[in-house]
């Protein structure tokens, strides 16, 4: 054996392995950060070090703080997350890593075709099935050939919950498995209808369990993940309430409920979201006197409203990071919605790509493998007090309203996540929450596929948005009409490449094209550096004006240069800059 292999790797001449480095400390990181800051003009020499922690943070919608950077320091203060298995069922319901149910969702009305494409998903890596709205009579024909032993079926039926439940259980075997839907507060935050609570109590002597408690409506009306998690709650409290009055003990009555929430594209969010609710729910089985229970079942559904119509492709990577978050975050089941599903009923290629997006994070991935993975995680770990103590506040608020369906015919609901949205769609305008092929980097030059159209949605009752509908108006209303802006730009390519990128990006969200120094505009837009503006930027207004431009832009932070009538800018309220666009060039909204 040589000197080299008994003594190990050697050590090229002059490389310091990183053991040899000393460790740095939060104090240093701090002056580190403050000097790119001061670089960037975020900050200046008066700047505190301390500061870096508010110029780098961001706030979520609950209001929570989200540092740019956590430390042990940050959960010194945080109760225990006990052992996975165990109350408070933090880090899962279960004690050992265990995949996630692939669940798939079926709306087709063609019986048989829903019935074809259950029978190639069973087949082919999904593990239960979600029927959405398919009509009592119809459900005997979508599920011949499904072993209901095997494959768990989970009704969501509406108004016809108890008879589409009559005939599933009327179906041949005994040992069936799922979940009958059954979630009349749900159903009136969809369409408006009043809740019958009593349903619950009709259903209770089900061998299946009965009641799902959706969360979906309120995050698809806007509302933030504590608001999604408090309303859960509460609703989950209703249903509690009313299977004790039926009769069914606290411990049955837990036994009844599933809960589904959204994943959405916020990986840490969802991850912590999932973790602070079965928090929530194992406190309130704890108050029920049976806190063994209290592990909260979950089916997590990639999120409806951060999908788009436009570069429907960009959709496999947000049901992607979705799935992937919802898996880390300890859900039961996962429903990836197919990457078309804006544009109307799913195919069977997109269909197949939305369940082996769970089995490539399963089998492949490994995601599965460990119980828990973010458990421990300074940052997640934070997150996910408090976003837990975020949603009991909401929770308390509701029951103090009188509970769940008073808070709901109240306006109390409606009027939280209204308030919720209303913030939402301003960052989204000013594409500070920017949507990846739609208000950012649009393709004027996609071909979409077509789907045939899938059934409208129940309404009435709370709005249903999509993070990408005020955008995605503008592209459908600039559809084919050749509508263009004029960039006038100043200087070598060098000096105004990147402003007139910046502008082109800006205007091409409105199905707008734009042009270099296009002939007769309407609407042109100066693009140049900032010296160029100071030496021409007026005197190109001018002429511009003169040459009869209706509305002249200028790529760049306000300035106040005469005859330009407004500015482009990062974080400047795009909506309003395209809707005036569509306005000077006559476009008109469908």
Same mark, same amino acid.
């Given at each position: ?96 890593? !265990? ?102 109590? !009709? ?37 509690? !309430? ?36 079965? !928090? ?311």
């Amino acid at each position: 054996m040589t000197e080299a292999v008994r003594s190990g790797p050697q050590e090229p001449d002059g490389l310091r392995l990183g053991a040899d480095f000393t460790g740095g400390d939060l104090e240093q990181w701090q002056k580190l950060a403050l000097g790119v800051l001061r670089k960037a003009g975020t900050a200046d020499d008066g700047t505190p070090p301390e500061a870096v922690r508010e110029l780098l943070g961001s706030v979520t919608y609950d209001g929570i703080a989200v540092a740019p950077l956590f430390t042990a320091a940050d959960t010194a203060a945080l109760p225990a997350v006990g052992w996975p298995g165990q109350t408070p069922f933090i880090r899962g319901g279960s004690a050992g890593p !265990r995949a996630w149910d692939v669940r798939q969702r079926h709306a087709d009305p063609d019986a048989k075709a829903t019935r074809e494409a259950i029978l190639t998903d069973l087949e082919n890596g999904a593990t239960s099935i979600w029927l959405d709205g398919i009509a009592p009579g119809s459900i005997p024909e979508v599920l011949d050939g499904v072993y209901l032993d095997l494959a768990p079926v989970v009704l969501d039926c509406g108004a016809d919950t108890e008879a589409a439940a009559a005939v599933f259980l009327g179906l041949p075997g005994e040992d069936k498995r799922g979940n009958l839907g059954a979630d009349p507060l749900g159903w009136q935050a969809k369409t408006g209808h009043p809740a019958d609570l009593g349903m619950l109590g !009709r259903l209770a002597k089900s061998p299946v369990p009965v009641a799902t408690v959706d969360a979906t409506p309120y995050h698809e009306a806007g509302g933030s993940d504590a608001e999604e998690l408090g309303f859960a709650a509460a609703t989950g409290v209703a249903y509690l !309430r009313a299977f004790v009055d039926a009769g069914l003990s606290a411990g049955m009555a837990l036994r009844q409920l599933e809960f589904r929430y959204a994943a959405g594209g916020d990986q840490f969010a969802t991850i912590a979201k999932l973790r602070a609710a079965r !928090r929530i729910w194992a406190r309130i089985a704890t108050v029920c006197d049976v806190p063994h229970l209290g592990a909260q079942v979950q089916h997590a559904v990639t999120s409806a409203a951060m999908m788009t119509a436009r570069d429907p492709w960009v959709n496999l990577l947000r049901t992607t990071v979705a799935c992937f978050a919802a898996g880390v975050g300890g859900a039961d089941a996962v429903t990836v919605l197919p990457f078309d599903a804006r544009l109307g009923l799913p195919d069977g290629f997109s269909r197949r790509i939305a369940r082996n997006t769970s089995t490539l994070l399963v089998e492949e991935a490994g995601v599965a493998r460990v119980v828990d993975p973010a458990g421990g995680s300074w940052f997640v770990e934070s997150l996910t007090d408090a976003l837990a103590h975020a949603a009991w506040d909401v929770f308390t608020e509701v029951e103090r309203a009188g509970g769940m369906r008073a808070a709901l015919d109240s306006g109390l609901v409606a009027d939280r996540v209204a308030a919720t949205w209303q913030r939402r769609a301003e960052r989204i305008a000013h594409r500070l929450d920017p949507i990846t092929g739609v208000s950012e980097f649009a393709s004027l030059e996609e071909r979409r596929p077509t789907r045939s159209p899938a059934p409208p949605p129940p309404t009435g009752g709370l709005p249903r948005h999509r993070y990408a509908e005020a955008f995605e108006t503008l592209r459908d209303a600039a559809e084919g009409t050749g509508a263009t802006v004029s960039l006038v730009t100043l200087g070598p390519v060098a000096a105004h490449t990147a402003r007139a990128s910046f502008a082109a990006n800006l205007f091409a969200a409105g199905g707008i094209r734009t042009v270099h120094n296009g002939p007769d505009p309407v609407v042109a837009c100066i693009c140049g550096s900032d010296r160029s503006y100071a030496e021409e930027a007026e005197e190109t207004a001018r002429r511009l004006k003169a040459e009869g431009v209706w509305t002249v832009w200028l790529a760049g932070k306000p300035a106040g240069y005469a005859h330009v009538d407004d500015y482009l800018y990062t974080g400047c309220d795009a909506l309003a800059v395209l809707r005036r666009t569509h306005s000077d060039l006559g476009l008109v909204a469908p």
